[in-house]
């Protein structure tokens, strides 16, 4: 009797519960792999035929906005287009990789049942019949395709989705917009798209950018107001208005058609609007407004040449008293415009023209960026467990263009899978804002207080895979720069426009005793 309960009920209830999901998952319909192969054929026609669209398009001078919303909805398209072939890939690839990973899996679960066997405790199993490819087929019948892990339907589905909407895409512009797109002049000199250069392309900003530059090229009236021409861009902290604006004020035609170009930081304005010996100033104060209207009565920006002037994180301005300085008559030259970027989107009003809004790029597009630099050449699908981590860290991101330059750098320098877990743990749990400085003060053995962090005129002496290495060779990286104050660390170099590094400067803590410190160059 024993015997029978024990043995013979348990391999009778497995062998019938799998001969039901085996007959449930026949039961149900799956695409073929002919099916497979034939949407992936026509998903790579569609791309390479929407690629050689947008590059055409960004390759010209286009100011019509309507046609600009079309390259932007195309452009949109393509990244998902390529970004579900790419995800379809790499799935593939990890699945054809986790073998090792199973059969450890099935060796512990060996071990598990003589244990238990052992103690007189029977454990309930399927039979060996019904297998793990089995089991993750059925979860993924049951809870979507994504809940096991992106199978082989849910890629085909993937796919089938995506060439359904990249082909309406072009049934509805392709004609069109190609007729329309080559009425405009061609660029003379375009920037080389790689990742020695990405700084000097407009990644996912094409369109915004030339609104911007069409703004900056309209010949305003002369002569009556308002006096003042004024473009603002909203967007929030970090989305990159600032680097919207430097390639817009990097294109030829801007430097082209403006004497002067000049910059301003809230600093700089407030100094300006404020009282002699004033130090202090209080966010949306009267200082602000002063300090623009003292700017712009400058000599230096009055004659007949026009100039531009671009005001960094603009403040919240009194609107009467901007309209009446609107309204009056000021030295600058014909032709001159004003640049806002800001966060506030009430400051919009102020401007003369329709606000550029910067919204956060969509996952799709931000991980070709995230890619370019934490990959470089390499091709995510000869490393499919690291590639698997770069997804993830991709995902966890805030889809910022720094946080893809400054950790996809350090990525690419450690390429191994346990440090690139490291850095996705730290991410996930890091509450400081930016989120790349505050995965650096997790992952750095930095003996000191943060200082500050931004951009500096001058090269640091040090990188982060200097303290890194220090780290690693069982010295304190704590004091990098000999100095006993402290020192800086070079997070990445920026070319466009103006040549600057960004960086981060440690304190040293008075608290503890220095290390002399010992870092390899």
């Not at 010996?277 to 003292?294: F, N």
């Not at 230096?300 to 919240?316: K, N, Q, T």
Request: charged share 25%.
């Amino acid at each position: 009797m024993d015997f029978t309960r024990e043995v013979v009920v348990p391999a009778a209830l497995s062998e019938i519960l799998g001969r039901i999901f085996a007959f449930l998952f026949d039961s149900f319909p799956r695409p073929s792999p002919g099916d497979r192969e034939l949407h992936r054929r026509r998903l790579e026609r569609l791309l390479g035929n929407i690629g050689s669209m947008v590059e055409e398009a960004e390759g010209r001078h286009i100011t019509n906005q309507q046609l600009l919303s079309h390259l932007q909805v195309l452009t949109a398209g393509m990244y998902r287009g390529r970004f579900a072939l790419e995800v379809t890939d790499l799935d593939d690839s990890s699945r054809n990789t986790v073998g090792d990973d199973d059969d450890n899996v099935d060796s512990d679960d060996t071990t598990t049942d003589a244990a238990a066997s052992n103690a007189g405790k029977r454990s309930f199993a399927l039979c060996p019949s019904f297998d793990r490819a089995k089991r993750s087929r059925v979860t993924s019948l049951i809870l979507g395709a994504g809940a096991s892990g992106s199978g082989g339907d849910g890629g085909t589905e993937r796919l089938a989705a995506v060439v359904e909407e990249l082909e309406g895409l072009t049934r509805d512009y392709m004609r069109e917009f190609i007729l329309l797109v080559q009425g405009y002049p061609r660029k003379v000199h375009r920037p080389v798209r790689t990742t020695l250069y990405m700084d000097r392309c407009v990644f996912g900003r094409h369109v915004e950018k030339e609104r911007v530059v069409d703004f900056l090229l309209q010949r305003a009236p002369s002569g009556r107001a308002p006096y003042l021409s004024v473009l603002a861009l909203v967007g929030a902290k970090k989305v990159g208005k600032t680097t919207l604006v430097k390639h817009a004020c990097d294109d030829e035609r801007v430097r082209g058609h403006f004497a002067r170009i000049e910059w301003f930081e809230t600093p700089d304005v407030v100094r300006a609007g404020g009282l002699p010996g004033q130090y202090m100033w209080e966010s949306g104060g009267p200082e602000y407004l002063a300090g623009v209207r003292r700017i712009l009565a400058e000599p230096r920006f009055a004659g007949p040449s026009p100039s531009l002037l671009v005001f960094e994180d603009a403040w919240p301005m009194d609107e009467a008293a901007w309209a009446a300085l609107a309204s009056s008559p000021t030295p600058l030259g014909d032709g001159s415009k004003l640049l806002l970027t800001c966060r506030d989107a009430d400051l919009a009003r102020l401007g003369t023209a329709d606000p550029v809004v910067l919204h956060t790029l969509q996952q799709e597009e931000y991980w070709y960026y995230f890619k370019a630099f934490a990959f470089g050449g390499a091709d995510p699908r000869d490393h499919p467990r690291v590639a698997a981590v770069a997804r993830e860290i991709s995902k966890h991101l805030e889809r910022t263009f720094l946080d893809a330059r400054v950790l996809g750098t350090l990525l690419r320098a450690n390429f191994d899978a346990r440090f690139w877990r490291r850095v996705l743990a730290a991410i996930v749990s890091c509450e400081r804002r930016p989120m790349h400085v505050g995965v650096l003060l997790e992952l750095l053995p930095v003996r000191g207080r943060l200082q500050s962090y931004g951009y500096c005129r001058s090269p640091p002496k040090f990188t982060v895979q200097d303290v890194l290495s220090a780290g690693a060779s069982g010295h304190d990286g704590g004091s990098g720069s000999g100095s006993e104050e402290g020192f800086t660390v070079h997070l990445c170099r920026e070319t466009l426009y103006m040549d600057h590094w960004y960086s981060i400067t440690f304190k040293n803590d008075d608290r503890a005793p220095t290390p002399t410190p010992v870092v390899t160059t």
